[in-house]
Protein backbone atom coordinates (compact mmCIF):
# COMPACT_ATOMS: atom_id res chain seq x y z
CA UNK A 1 0.00 0.00 0.00
CA UNK A 2 1.33 3.30 -1.19
CA UNK A 3 0.48 6.39 1.28
CA UNK A 4 0.79 10.11 -0.60
CA UNK A 5 1.50 13.12 0.83
CA UNK A 6 2.51 16.81 0.23
CA UNK A 7 4.94 16.98 3.67
CA UNK A 8 6.44 14.02 5.78
CA UNK A 9 7.95 14.47 8.88
CA UNK A 10 10.60 12.13 10.79
CA UNK A 11 10.97 12.44 14.26
CA UNK A 12 8.56 13.29 16.86
CA UNK A 13 10.60 15.79 19.04
CA UNK A 14 9.70 19.22 19.63
CA UNK A 15 11.06 20.17 16.28
CA UNK A 16 9.17 17.84 13.89
CA UNK A 17 6.06 18.23 16.03
CA UNK A 18 6.64 22.19 15.55
CA UNK A 19 6.89 21.58 12.12
CA UNK A 20 4.11 19.21 11.07
CA UNK A 21 1.59 21.61 13.38
CA UNK A 22 3.00 24.69 10.80
CA UNK A 23 2.79 22.37 7.94
CA UNK A 24 -0.52 21.24 8.57
CA UNK A 25 -2.02 24.59 9.56
CA UNK A 26 -0.93 26.27 6.53
CA UNK A 27 -2.79 23.63 4.72
CA UNK A 28 -0.51 20.57 3.77
CA UNK A 29 -1.12 16.70 4.28
CA UNK A 30 1.13 15.98 6.44
CA UNK A 31 1.96 12.85 8.02
CA UNK A 32 4.77 12.75 11.33
CA UNK A 33 6.59 9.46 11.97
CA UNK A 34 8.14 8.86 15.42
CA UNK A 35 9.80 5.77 15.87
CA UNK A 36 9.19 5.39 19.61
CA UNK A 37 5.64 3.99 20.53
CA UNK A 38 5.01 6.48 23.35
CA UNK A 39 7.19 9.84 23.98
CA UNK A 40 9.26 8.84 27.50
CA UNK A 41 12.74 9.10 29.52
CA UNK A 42 13.51 12.03 26.95
CA UNK A 43 17.66 12.74 27.03
CA UNK A 44 17.65 15.99 28.07
CA UNK A 45 18.54 18.70 31.05
CA UNK A 46 14.93 20.06 30.53
CA UNK A 47 15.50 23.91 30.73
CA UNK A 48 14.16 26.12 28.18
CA UNK A 49 15.28 29.69 27.82
CA UNK A 50 13.54 32.59 29.02
CA UNK A 51 14.73 35.34 26.55
CA UNK A 52 13.55 32.82 23.43
CA UNK A 53 9.57 32.98 24.56
CA UNK A 54 8.92 36.26 22.31
CA UNK A 55 10.25 34.04 19.50
CA UNK A 56 7.87 31.12 19.75
CA UNK A 57 5.70 30.68 17.03
CA UNK A 58 2.95 29.56 20.06
CA UNK A 59 1.93 30.25 23.76
CA UNK A 60 3.72 27.32 25.69
CA UNK A 61 0.86 26.97 28.20
CA UNK A 62 1.66 28.02 31.92
CA UNK A 63 1.19 24.65 33.21
CA UNK A 64 4.20 23.00 31.71
CA UNK A 65 6.26 25.38 33.14
CA UNK A 66 6.90 23.85 36.43
CA UNK A 67 9.71 25.31 38.23
CA UNK A 68 11.53 29.05 37.63
CA UNK A 69 15.29 29.71 37.40
CA UNK A 70 16.33 33.18 38.37
CA UNK A 71 20.19 32.78 37.22
CA UNK A 72 23.42 30.34 36.86
CA UNK A 73 26.04 29.83 39.29
CA UNK A 74 29.30 29.15 37.74
CA UNK A 75 32.27 27.28 39.90
CA UNK A 76 35.15 25.44 39.43
CA UNK A 77 35.45 23.63 42.85
CA UNK A 78 37.28 27.29 43.83
CA UNK A 79 36.11 30.13 42.50
CA UNK A 80 32.45 31.06 42.04
CA UNK A 81 30.11 33.46 40.58
CA UNK A 82 26.39 34.04 40.16
CA UNK A 83 24.69 35.70 37.13
CA UNK A 84 21.44 37.02 37.65
CA UNK A 85 18.86 38.45 35.16
CA UNK A 86 17.22 38.14 32.08
CA UNK A 87 19.63 36.00 29.47
CA UNK A 88 20.15 33.58 32.47
CA UNK A 89 16.60 33.35 33.25
CA UNK A 90 15.08 30.10 32.29
CA UNK A 91 12.46 27.61 33.20
CA UNK A 92 12.49 23.76 33.84
CA UNK A 93 9.86 21.15 31.54
CA UNK A 94 9.32 17.86 32.28
CA UNK A 95 10.24 16.52 28.49
CA UNK A 96 7.79 13.90 28.20
CA UNK A 97 4.56 15.83 29.07
CA UNK A 98 5.77 18.75 27.25
CA UNK A 99 6.63 16.15 24.03
CA UNK A 100 3.59 14.62 23.94
CA UNK A 101 1.58 18.01 24.15
CA UNK A 102 3.26 19.24 21.49
CA UNK A 103 2.40 16.03 19.22
CA UNK A 104 -0.96 16.61 20.15
CA UNK A 105 -1.26 19.82 19.65
CA UNK A 106 0.46 19.25 15.94
CA UNK A 107 -2.30 16.39 15.83
CA UNK A 108 -4.91 19.30 16.24
CA UNK A 109 -4.06 21.27 13.70
CA UNK A 110 -4.77 18.32 11.06
CA UNK A 111 -1.11 17.08 10.93
CA UNK A 112 -1.37 13.00 10.93
CA UNK A 113 1.18 11.48 13.70
CA UNK A 114 2.33 7.75 13.70
CA UNK A 115 4.19 6.24 16.61
CA UNK A 116 5.71 3.11 16.85
CA UNK A 117 6.94 3.80 12.56
CA UNK A 118 10.55 3.66 12.10
CA UNK A 119 12.26 5.18 9.08
CA UNK A 120 14.27 2.72 7.38
CA UNK A 121 15.09 3.88 3.81
CA UNK A 122 14.37 6.12 0.64
CA UNK A 123 14.35 6.04 -2.87
CA UNK A 124 15.61 9.23 -5.32
CA UNK A 125 14.00 10.13 -9.01
CA UNK A 126 16.24 11.36 -11.75
CA UNK A 127 16.80 14.73 -10.07
CA UNK A 128 17.94 13.52 -6.92
CA UNK A 129 15.06 14.59 -5.26
CA UNK A 130 13.37 11.61 -2.48
CA UNK A 131 10.19 10.32 -4.27
CA UNK A 132 9.08 7.80 -1.64
CA UNK A 133 10.45 6.78 1.82
CA UNK A 134 10.46 2.89 3.45
CA UNK A 135 8.90 3.08 6.99
CA UNK A 136 8.18 0.25 9.49
CA UNK A 137 5.26 -0.52 11.40
CA UNK A 138 4.40 -3.64 13.87
CA UNK A 139 6.55 -5.56 11.28
CA UNK A 140 5.01 -4.36 8.19
CA UNK A 141 6.62 -2.27 5.51
CA UNK A 142 5.12 1.08 4.41
CA UNK A 143 5.59 3.11 1.54
CA UNK A 144 5.16 6.56 1.76
CA UNK A 145 5.33 9.54 -1.14
CA UNK A 146 5.79 12.89 -0.08
CA UNK A 147 6.41 16.11 -1.95
CA UNK A 148 8.69 17.26 0.79
CA UNK A 149 10.50 15.41 3.91
CA UNK A 150 11.33 17.32 6.76
CA UNK A 151 14.08 15.42 8.58
CA UNK A 152 13.61 16.14 12.34
CA UNK A 153 15.48 12.74 13.32
CA UNK A 154 18.04 13.74 15.45
CA UNK A 155 21.94 13.50 16.06
CA UNK A 156 23.12 11.27 13.37
CA UNK A 157 20.24 11.91 11.05
CA UNK A 158 19.57 8.55 9.39
CA UNK A 159 17.81 10.48 6.42
CA UNK A 160 21.16 12.06 6.25
CA UNK A 161 23.26 9.12 6.13
CA UNK A 162 20.83 7.52 3.55
CA UNK A 163 21.17 10.99 1.47
CA UNK A 164 25.73 9.86 1.98
CA UNK A 165 25.54 13.68 2.95
CA UNK A 166 26.34 12.93 7.12
CA UNK A 167 30.04 13.47 7.91
CA UNK A 168 31.03 12.74 11.49
CA UNK A 169 34.16 13.88 13.35
CA UNK A 170 35.95 12.62 16.85
CA UNK A 171 34.37 16.17 18.18
CA UNK A 172 31.11 16.53 16.05
CA UNK A 173 29.01 15.27 18.94
CA UNK A 174 28.75 16.10 22.72
CA UNK A 175 27.82 12.93 25.25
CA UNK A 176 25.92 13.48 28.29
CA UNK A 177 25.58 11.32 31.47
CA UNK A 178 22.81 12.18 33.31
CA UNK A 179 20.47 11.54 35.77
CA UNK A 180 16.97 12.93 37.07
CA UNK A 181 17.67 12.51 41.10
CA UNK A 182 15.29 13.79 43.94
CA UNK A 183 16.00 13.75 48.10
CA UNK A 184 18.82 16.54 47.06
CA UNK A 185 19.84 18.99 49.20
CA UNK A 186 20.14 21.57 46.37
CA UNK A 187 21.67 24.75 48.32
CA UNK A 188 20.83 27.02 45.28
CA UNK A 189 17.22 25.76 43.82
CA UNK A 190 16.17 28.51 41.97
CA UNK A 191 19.45 28.12 40.06
CA UNK A 192 21.67 26.35 37.43
CA UNK A 193 25.00 25.55 38.76
CA UNK A 194 27.60 24.61 36.40
CA UNK A 195 30.80 23.53 37.22
CA UNK A 196 34.05 23.05 35.29
CA UNK A 197 36.61 20.29 35.70
CA UNK A 198 38.70 17.74 34.34
CA UNK A 199 35.36 15.25 35.04
CA UNK A 200 33.79 17.26 31.97
CA UNK A 201 36.69 17.44 29.10
CA UNK A 202 35.87 20.38 26.94
CA UNK A 203 31.81 20.93 28.50
CA UNK A 204 30.69 21.17 31.90
CA UNK A 205 28.57 19.60 35.01
CA UNK A 206 25.12 21.09 35.75
CA UNK A 207 22.68 20.82 38.37
CA UNK A 208 19.22 22.09 37.26
CA UNK A 209 16.73 21.97 39.39
CA UNK A 210 13.18 20.97 39.05
CA UNK A 211 11.87 21.70 42.61
CA UNK A 212 13.94 21.79 45.57
CA UNK A 213 14.81 18.57 46.27
CA UNK A 214 15.12 17.22 42.67
CA UNK A 215 16.87 18.13 39.93
CA UNK A 216 18.89 16.98 36.67
CA UNK A 217 22.48 16.35 37.12
CA UNK A 218 24.91 15.51 34.41
CA UNK A 219 28.62 15.85 33.34
CA UNK A 220 29.39 16.24 29.35
CA UNK A 221 32.23 16.20 27.06
CA UNK A 222 32.91 17.12 24.14
CA UNK A 223 36.24 15.71 23.84
CA UNK A 224 36.55 11.74 25.28
CA UNK A 225 33.33 10.13 25.93
CA UNK A 226 35.75 6.69 27.94
CA UNK A 227 34.45 6.40 31.44
CA UNK A 228 31.83 9.38 31.46
CA UNK A 229 30.02 7.44 34.27
CA UNK A 230 33.51 7.27 36.11
CA UNK A 231 33.21 11.05 35.64
CA UNK A 232 29.76 11.76 36.49
CA UNK A 233 30.70 10.02 39.96
CA UNK A 234 33.54 12.02 40.47
CA UNK A 235 31.53 15.23 39.79
CA UNK A 236 29.51 13.88 42.22
CA UNK A 237 31.87 13.24 45.24
CA UNK A 238 34.55 15.57 44.54
CA UNK A 239 32.01 19.09 43.74
CA UNK A 240 28.42 18.71 45.13
CA UNK A 241 28.45 16.11 47.68
CA UNK A 242 27.14 17.89 50.20
CA UNK A 243 24.03 19.11 47.94
CA UNK A 244 24.04 14.78 46.68
CA UNK A 245 25.11 12.73 49.43
CA UNK A 246 21.23 11.52 50.02
CA UNK A 247 20.22 10.99 46.37
CA UNK A 248 17.92 8.85 44.35
CA UNK A 249 18.34 8.36 40.99
CA UNK A 250 15.29 7.88 39.69
CA UNK A 251 15.62 8.79 35.68
CA UNK A 252 18.50 7.97 32.93
CA UNK A 253 18.55 11.30 30.63
CA UNK A 254 21.80 10.57 29.03
CA UNK A 255 22.26 11.02 25.82
CA UNK A 256 23.78 12.94 22.70
CA UNK A 257 24.12 16.36 21.35
CA UNK A 258 24.78 18.32 17.97
CA UNK A 259 28.05 20.07 18.57
CA UNK A 260 29.60 21.11 14.92
CA UNK A 261 27.16 20.33 11.90
CA UNK A 262 27.56 17.29 10.35
CA UNK A 263 25.69 18.36 6.94
CA UNK A 264 26.98 21.12 4.64
CA UNK A 265 23.68 22.79 4.77
CA UNK A 266 20.01 22.07 5.91
CA UNK A 267 17.99 21.78 2.24
CA UNK A 268 18.92 18.67 -0.31
CA UNK A 269 16.83 19.14 -3.08
CA UNK A 270 13.29 18.65 -1.44
CA UNK A 271 14.49 17.61 1.92
CA UNK A 272 14.46 20.01 4.88
CA UNK A 273 16.66 19.39 8.08
CA UNK A 274 15.78 20.75 11.42
CA UNK A 275 16.35 20.66 15.31
CA UNK A 276 19.63 18.25 16.11
CA UNK A 277 19.75 16.85 13.25
CA UNK A 278 20.77 20.24 11.46
CA UNK A 279 22.38 21.62 14.31
CA UNK A 280 19.92 24.04 15.76
CA UNK A 281 21.79 24.69 19.06
CA UNK A 282 22.75 27.86 20.82
CA UNK A 283 26.53 27.23 21.98
CA UNK A 284 28.17 26.96 24.60
CA UNK A 285 25.20 25.11 26.59
CA UNK A 286 23.80 23.91 23.54
CA UNK A 287 20.53 24.62 24.02
CA UNK A 288 18.18 23.40 21.67
CA UNK A 289 14.61 22.72 22.21
CA UNK A 290 13.28 26.54 21.38
CA UNK A 291 15.54 26.95 18.62
CA UNK A 292 14.02 23.78 17.52
CA UNK A 293 10.13 24.63 17.73
CA UNK A 294 11.19 28.14 15.76
CA UNK A 295 13.16 26.54 13.53
CA UNK A 296 10.95 23.57 12.92
CA UNK A 297 8.04 26.41 12.45
CA UNK A 298 9.72 27.83 9.58
CA UNK A 299 10.37 24.43 7.93
CA UNK A 300 6.95 23.93 8.30
CA UNK A 301 4.97 27.19 6.97
CA UNK A 302 8.43 26.86 4.09
CA UNK A 303 8.44 23.20 2.85
CA UNK A 304 6.23 23.14 0.12
CA UNK A 305 7.57 26.40 -1.85
CA UNK A 306 9.25 25.77 -4.93
CA UNK A 307 11.99 28.25 -4.43
CA UNK A 308 12.88 27.41 -0.38
CA UNK A 309 13.45 30.28 1.35
CA UNK A 310 14.09 28.13 4.82
CA UNK A 311 17.55 28.47 5.55
CA UNK A 312 17.02 32.36 4.43
CA UNK A 313 13.99 33.11 6.82
CA UNK A 314 16.29 31.04 10.04
CA UNK A 315 19.12 33.09 9.38
CA UNK A 316 16.83 36.63 9.24
CA UNK A 317 15.47 35.40 13.05
CA UNK A 318 18.20 33.55 14.44
CA UNK A 319 21.52 34.28 12.64
CA UNK A 320 22.78 36.31 14.75
CA UNK A 321 22.59 34.08 17.71
CA UNK A 322 23.67 31.06 15.42
CA UNK A 323 26.93 32.69 14.08
CA UNK A 324 27.64 34.32 18.08
CA UNK A 325 27.19 30.27 18.71
CA UNK A 326 29.83 29.22 15.83
CA UNK A 327 32.07 31.88 17.48
CA UNK A 328 32.07 30.61 21.26
CA UNK A 329 32.29 27.22 19.90
CA UNK A 330 35.33 27.98 18.43
CA UNK A 331 36.66 30.03 21.44
CA UNK A 332 35.64 26.58 23.75
CA UNK A 333 38.11 24.69 22.08
CA UNK A 334 40.56 27.46 21.72
CA UNK A 335 40.83 27.04 25.31
CA UNK A 336 41.07 23.27 25.85
CA UNK A 337 44.93 23.85 25.13
CA UNK A 338 45.30 25.99 28.33
CA UNK A 339 46.50 23.66 31.78
CA UNK A 340 43.52 22.87 34.11
CA UNK A 341 43.22 26.08 36.40
CA UNK A 342 43.23 28.64 33.71
CA UNK A 343 41.41 26.22 31.28
CA UNK A 344 38.62 26.25 33.63
CA UNK A 345 38.39 29.74 34.75
CA UNK A 346 38.62 30.90 30.86
CA UNK A 347 35.65 28.32 30.73
CA UNK A 348 33.81 29.87 33.09
CA UNK A 349 34.39 33.96 31.16
CA UNK A 350 33.35 32.07 28.21
CA UNK A 351 30.23 30.52 29.45
CA UNK A 352 28.68 33.43 31.98
CA UNK A 353 29.30 36.00 29.77
CA UNK A 354 29.42 34.79 26.31
CA UNK A 355 32.06 36.76 25.23
CA UNK A 356 34.90 35.29 23.18
CA UNK A 357 37.17 38.39 22.33
CA UNK A 358 38.72 38.91 25.21
CA UNK A 359 39.67 35.21 25.78
CA UNK A 360 43.32 35.38 24.19
CA UNK A 361 44.16 37.91 25.88
CA UNK A 362 43.07 37.07 29.29
CA UNK A 363 45.19 33.58 27.92
CA UNK A 364 48.16 35.60 28.72
CA UNK A 365 47.14 36.62 32.32
CA UNK A 366 48.17 34.75 35.70
CA UNK A 367 45.29 33.07 37.46
CA UNK A 368 44.46 35.79 40.03
CA UNK A 369 43.82 38.35 37.23
CA UNK A 370 41.48 36.37 35.45
CA UNK A 371 39.97 35.30 38.44
CA UNK A 372 39.57 39.60 39.46
CA UNK A 373 37.96 39.94 36.01
CA UNK A 374 35.51 37.35 36.86
CA UNK A 375 34.20 39.13 39.34
CA UNK A 376 34.96 42.61 37.77
CA UNK A 377 32.67 41.58 34.84
CA UNK A 378 30.25 39.87 36.87
CA UNK A 379 29.29 43.27 39.08
CA UNK A 380 29.31 45.33 35.99
CA UNK A 381 26.21 42.71 34.57
CA UNK A 382 23.80 44.40 36.84
CA UNK A 383 19.89 44.78 36.49
CA UNK A 384 19.76 48.03 34.48
CA UNK A 385 22.02 46.87 31.63
CA UNK A 386 20.41 43.36 31.36
CA UNK A 387 17.11 45.33 30.85
CA UNK A 388 18.25 47.36 28.39
CA UNK A 389 19.74 44.66 26.35
CA UNK A 390 16.44 42.82 26.78
CA UNK A 391 14.72 45.64 25.60
CA UNK A 392 17.04 46.27 22.24
CA UNK A 393 16.65 42.34 21.87
CA UNK A 394 12.52 42.21 22.03
CA UNK A 395 12.46 45.34 19.63
CA UNK A 396 14.14 43.01 17.11
CA UNK A 397 12.26 40.22 18.32
CA UNK A 398 8.90 41.80 17.39
CA UNK A 399 10.51 42.91 13.77
CA UNK A 400 10.92 39.25 12.94
CA UNK A 401 7.54 38.00 13.71
CA UNK A 402 6.36 39.88 10.85
CA UNK A 403 8.46 37.36 8.70
Known amino acids: MITECDVLVVGGGPAGSSAARAAAKNGAKTILIEKKKIISNVSCAEGIGSYLFPLLPFKIPKNHLIWPIKGILFSDGETE ?40 DLH ?83 IFPKSKNIANIGVG ?49 NVLFVGDAANHNFKPYVEGILPSIICGDIAGKNALEHNNKYEEKIKRKLGKLFQDSDRLLEKLFEIDK ?66
Open 338 to 403: YENRKKNLLSMYLFAFLNGEIIHELSNESIEIIKNELFKKSREVNSFITMLKFTMWYTKILATRRN
Open 221 to 269: TTKDIRGLEEKFNIFLEDYIHDQTKRGIKTIDRSGKAPVKRMINKITYE
Open 81 to 120: IIQKGTFYKAWSIDREKFDNWLLNFAEKNGAKIMMNTEFK
Open 124 to 206: LNNDSNVKKVIAKKDNKELVIKPKTIIAADGVESKIAEKLGILKKTNDSIGHVYSWEMKNLNLKHFYYEQMFFGDFAPRAYGY
